[in-house]
Antibody
Framework: EVQLLESGGGLVQPGGSLRLSCAAS????????MNWVRQAPGKGLEWVSG????????YYADSVKGRFTISRDNSKNTLYLQVNSLRVEDTAVYYC???????????????WGQGTLVTVSS | DIQMTQSPSSLSASVGDRVTITCRAS??????LAWFQQKPGKAPKSLIY???SLQSGVPSKFSGTGSGTDFTLTISSLQPEDFATYYC?????????FGQGTKVEIK
């Protein structure tokens, strides 16, 4: 059974940093690209970042480019999102999502974690 | 970036109704279109991929059509458990983009 468990969220002041983690199980982690998607309170879904199975290709939304860094440790079956220079508008639940296809650019998200809440406030 | 526009933003329907939600892409995305269902306080759940393929375990009352720029999600007979918010998403290019969501409420 595929499981994705996010952690690392919390309350942080503007300008602060956090590292979000997503522990994966139930599939061959290194074979699948992974993504982060966020949802501000009462708002819709916003794709944040994606990373290939090997970690060699990474992608970012313009809204987080230069501030957020996605990475993965395939030996630990864990996905990360380092979030720096946080802004009030980064307040959201952050979900990790697994892609369905192995090694393909065109792949939808088939499994999602339950999310971790990041609150940016002074 | 490819913009995804859903309509309507919300709708009220009764149990047993047939419901259709539309998603339009600002440029052609072939059939690289997915639909998700989200209930309050829960993570999104995959319903349909490749515009019309049903994700494993999803009941056949859900169906999707379309290609290029225009897509639809249909729920053939609305049940109480289907009241939720539905999102489309394109995976043709980065950045991946979502529609703004359609909230399906009980009439």
């Amino acid at each position: 059974e595929v499981q994705l468990l996010e952690s690392g969220g919390g309350l942080v002041q503007p300008g602060g940093s956090l590292r979000l983690s997503c522990a994966a199980s139930g599939f061959t982690f290194s074979s699948y690209a992974m993504n982060w998607v966020r949802q501000a309170p009462g708002k819709g879904l916003e794709w944040v970042s994606g990373i290939s199975g090997s970690g060699g290709r990474v992608y970012y939304a313009d809204s987080v480019k230069g501030r957020f860094t996605i990475s993965r440790d395939n030996s630990k079956n864990t996905l990360y999102l380092q979030v720096n220079s946080l802004r009030v508008e980064d307040t959201a639940v952050y979900y990790c999502a697994k892609e369905a296809g192995s090694g393909t650019y065109y792949s939808f998200f088939d499994y999602w974690g339950q999310g971790t809440l990041v609150t940016v406030s002074s | 970036d490819i913009q995804m526009t859903q309509s309507p933003s919300s709708l009220s329907a009764s149990v047993g109704d047939r419901v259709t939600i539309t998603c339009r892409a600002s440029q052609g995305i072939s059939n690289y279109l997915a639909w998700f269902q989200q209930k309050p306080g829960k993570a999104p759940k995959s319903l349909i991929y490749a515009a019309s393929s049903l994700q494993s375990g999803v009941p056949s009352k859900f169906s999707g059509t379309g290609s290029g720029t225009d897509f639809t999600l249909t729920i053939s007979s609305l049940q109480p458990e289907d009241f939720a918010t539905y999102y489309c998403q394109q995976y043709n290019t980065y950045p991946r983009t979502f529609g703004q969501g359609t909230k399906v409420e009980i009439k």
